[in-house]
């Protein structure tokens, strides 16, 4: 019953800006811990960011200082800001939470960065 839609991909130039969004529904999502991943063809799916109940969050040293993860409770969404991009960012991006010991994944949302 956990549902985790995301939006907010597409193409972008270097150097330039999205935001991702994720709606949950099935889950008290204030009390969840929300991740963003990412994975490009051929590579393995990469722990980008995470937020927790608190508010606490943290990076892959990679994205350090361009992105940021955020919730609004209110809205039962994360997002995830992101600056600067560069090229090496290309990659579907999922947002997870887990339940019961098990990961919930949405479906993905493509994000190109390329000139």
Not at 21 to 43: E, V
């Amino acid at each position: 019953q956990v549902q985790l839609v995301e939006s907010g991909g597409g193409l972008v130039q270097p150097g330039g800006s999205l935001r991702l969004s994720c709606a949950a529904s099935g889950i008290i999502f204030r009390i969840y811990t929300m991740r963003w991943y990412r994975q490009a063809p051929g590579n393995q799916r990469e722990l980008v960011a995470l937020i927790s109940s608190s508010g606490s969050t943290n990076y892959v040293d990679s994205v350090k200082g361009r992105f940021t993860i955020s919730r609004d409770n209110a809205k039962k969404t994360v997002y995830l800001q992101m600056n600067s991009l560069k090229p090496e960012d290309t990659a579907v991006y999922y947002c997870n939470t887990i339940n019961n010991a098990r990961d919930n994944w949405g479906q993905g949302t493509q994000v190109t960065v390329s000139s």
